[in-house]
């Protein structure tokens, strides 16, 4: 029973949380910067966000295996445990739990709907419909270069703006435009996993950006992204749309360098998982540096 548990564990890809944590963090962080802040409503919001992220980890793999995107010779399946691939986790089964977890994530989305208004609903929907539709058919954009474009605005505007809302019943241009780069770096993940696996996913006959590309416009374009967030710090510490302590986030500088110089060598299995520890590290920084602005 431990190692049933253990699968449903893994296959949920919890460390993948932490993105989603920094992005209602932020909302939160920006709100409370313009007012009283409600402890209650930000952990159902977190709570919410999470579970649906949850579930977008599960469909997403079961429709790979589905489609035969996901194999046990795919590099994803190399550095990560992977127990759909491995047969550990039956795929009904998976289906079944993400649509559980859907359902959870629904219902905090309604009770937040009713204490804060409509809005919550639209963006909730929006969320909703972008998860499912990300490898499900019809549809399955993924496989048509919108991936990263998705993961920007779920993990940027969407979840920011969303965890704004809720807090103060409106939304902030500001909230925004501090959004951009946490979003950015979020996105990079994906693109980091579709450079690693552009001679997969050719086989496959589905497209993304790194396909479109190439290995090396796709890198430049990898590099451009890195660079944008810290310039995008420097432009909204000038415009005085984020404070000094901003500044913050370059201590996560050294690691991004470091991914560059191992991804211009050659682009490793386990290109996503350093890009997210970049998103990770970025984020945190963020996320301290707006919360010292808000308590000083």
Same mark, same amino acid.
């Given at each position: ?148 474009? +998705? ?80 310039? +995008? ?9 984020? +404070? ?53």
């Amino acid at each position: 029973m431990t190692g049933l548990y253990r699968n449903w564990f893994l296959a949920s890809r919890p460390w993948s949380f932490i993105m989603t944590a920094i992005s209602i963090g932020v909302g939160g962080a920006v709100a409370a910067t313009d007012g009283p802040f409600f402890w209650g409503l930000f952990a159902a919001t977190l709570a919410g966000a999470v579970f649906l992220h949850a579930a977008t980890n599960l469909i997403n793999d079961y429709y790979d295996v589905q489609t035969g995107v996901d194999t046990v010779e795919a590099a994803t399946a190399q550095y990560r445990p992977h127990p759909l691939v491995e047969g550990k986790l039956l795929p009904k089964n998976v289906r079944n739990a993400a649509f559980i977890l859907f359902f959870a994530g629904a219902a905090i989305g309604l009770w937040l709907t009713a204490a804060r208004g409509w809005p919550v609903l639209a963006m909730g929907i929006i969320g909703v419909l972008a998860s499912y539709a990300y490898t499900a058919p019809p549809v399955s954009y993924k496989y048509l270069a919108l991936g990263e474009f +998705s993961v920007f605005l779920m993990w940027g505007p969407l979840m920011v703006e969303g965890a704004y809302f809720v807090q103060r019943r409106s939304l902030s241009a500001e909230a925004l435009w501090i959004s951009i780069p946490f979003g950015v770096i979020v996105a990079l993940v994906l693109l980091a996993n579709n450079l690693r696996d552009i001679g997969h996913d050719k086989g496959k006959h589905i497209k993304t950006i790194a396909i479109i590309l190439g290995p090396k416009k796709g890198f430049h374009l990898y590099a451009l992204l890195i660079a944008l967030p810290y310039a +995008s710090i420097l432009l909204m510490i000038a415009l005085g749309i984020l +404070s000094f302590w901003s500044l913050g986030v370059f201590f996560s500088l050294p690691i991004a360098v470091k991914i560059l110089r191992i991804m211009a060598e050659k682009i490793p299995n386990d290109a996503d998982a350093r890009t997210a520890q970049l998103d990770t590290a970025f984020g945190i920084l963020l996320l301290i540096s707006l919360i010292a602005e808000a308590i000083l």
